[in-house]
């Protein structure tokens, strides 16, 4: 079992930033995937960004530019630096871990775990 806790979301207005934090535990294996993936109301859930153990990255077309991911394997953290924030960023955010066997996964079937999310929400 892994074990997710995000932290970070909060309200924020249009053109400014947040800093979301994700803290994996448990039994984590060596060759992972962690990843974001934001679900608004009424919309399917979607995937934001993903790196691997081996730093290998992708993200949404939606986000490039503005969003960047990092993450820390001693620590089995992961962040999402988002700047540029629109108002349709707005939606409950998700860590997720999974296991990374080539590309980074985008979609939701393949992360195993999911934290509880936490809201971000940007006025215009």
């Known amino acids: 079992q892994v074990q997710l806790v995000e932290s970070g979301g909060g309200l924020v207005q249009a053109g400014g930033s947040l800093r979301l934090s994700c803290a994996a535990s448990?039994?984590?294996?060596?060759?992972?995937?962690m990843g974001w993936f934001r679900q608004a109301p009424g919309k399917e859930r979607e995937f934001v960004a993903g790196?691997?153990?081996?730093?290998?990255?992708d993200y949404a077309d939606s986000v490039k530019g503005r969003f960047t991911i990092s993450g820390d394997n001693a620590k089995k953290m992961v962040y999402l630096q988002m700047n540029s924030l629109k108002p349709e960023d707005t939606a409950v955010y998700f860590c997720?871990?999974?296991?990374?066997?080539?590309?980074?996964?985008?979609?939701?079937?393949?992360?195993?775990?999911w934290g509880q999310g936490t809201q971000v929400t940007v006025s215009s």
């Open positions: 448990g039994r984590t294996l060596t060759t992972y995937v």
């Open positions: 997720a871990f999974g296991f990374l066997l080539g590309s980074v996964p985008t979609r939701s079937r393949d992360y195993a775990y």
């Open positions: 790196i691997g153990w081996n730093s290998r990255t």
